[in-house]
T-cell receptor, first 113, second 114 residues
């Protein structure tokens, strides 16, 4: 069964900590995405990547960075976590071959205290 | 600007009724329109999708209606069941230039009551 795996379902971190959220896909997809989901705001794109070592900013990149050293893995980094980064984080991947939609992971619920 | 506007924000439907969620888009270059279903604590999952060369697509109790001239598309859930209670997102994307980035609506929380 093809899937996108996010390493943690729940995380609690302290303000100022550096936080790593990991995402791995097994579908050989070229594209990977990080979203955050907040009530009433829908899905907001943080960063995406179309290839290894390649990254592009989404709509809300401030306070985040990403790393894609291997095709299957896309990491989201919170350089210095703040309470307003408490959210559900969703990773997704897709193929560049055709418009075929995304496959999402189950999400990581991050709480920054 | 690439936007997809989704309504309503929330919807309560009686079991057995029809649930209807609407989306409108602005960019006429969009050529792929999927709907995602998200249960609490889970990531969104692709439910059904349509391309603009057809006006309707049906999969079981789920139907997408597409109106290209009005730049609108909608999801109909026939014989709605409590198990359909979830958040639904419409989305749109365009091909070409190596970009298949989806633009999402803000979501509709559907509650189907017995």
């Amino acid at each position: 069964d093809v899937k996108v795996t996010q390493s943690s379902r729940y995380l609690v971190k302290r303000t100022g900590e550096k936080v790593f959220l990991e995402c791995v896909q097994d579908m050989d997809h070229e594209n990977m995405f990080w979203y955050r989901q907040d009530p009433g705001l829908g899905l907001r794109l943080i960063y995406f990547s179309y290839d290894v070592k390649m990254k592009e900013k989404g709509d809300i990149p401030e306070g985040y960075s990403v790393s894609r050293e291997k095709k299957e893995r896309f990491s989201l980094i919170l350089e210095s976590a703040s309470t307003n980064q408490t959210s559900m984080y969703l990773c997704a991947s897709s193929s560049s071959g055709t418009s075929s939609g995304y496959t999402f992971g189950s999400g990581t619920r991050l709480t920054v205290v | 600007q690439q936007q997809v506007k989704q309504s309503p924000q929330s919807l309560i439907v009686q079991k057995g009724g029809i649930s209807i969620i609407n989306c409108a888009y602005e960019n006429t270059a969009f050529d792929y329109f999927p709907w995602y279903q998200q249960f609490p604590g889970k990531g969104p999952a692709l439910l059904i999708a349509i391309r603009p060369d057809v006006s309707e697509k049906k999969e079981g109790r789920f139907t997408i209606s597409f109106n290209k001239s009005a730049k609108q598309f909608s999801l109909h859930i026939m014989d709605s069941q409590p198990g359909d209670s979830a958040t639904y997102f419409c989305a749109a994307s365009m091909s070409g230039a190596g970009s298949y980035q989806l633009t999402f609506g803000k979501g509709t929380k559907l509650s189907v009551i017995p």
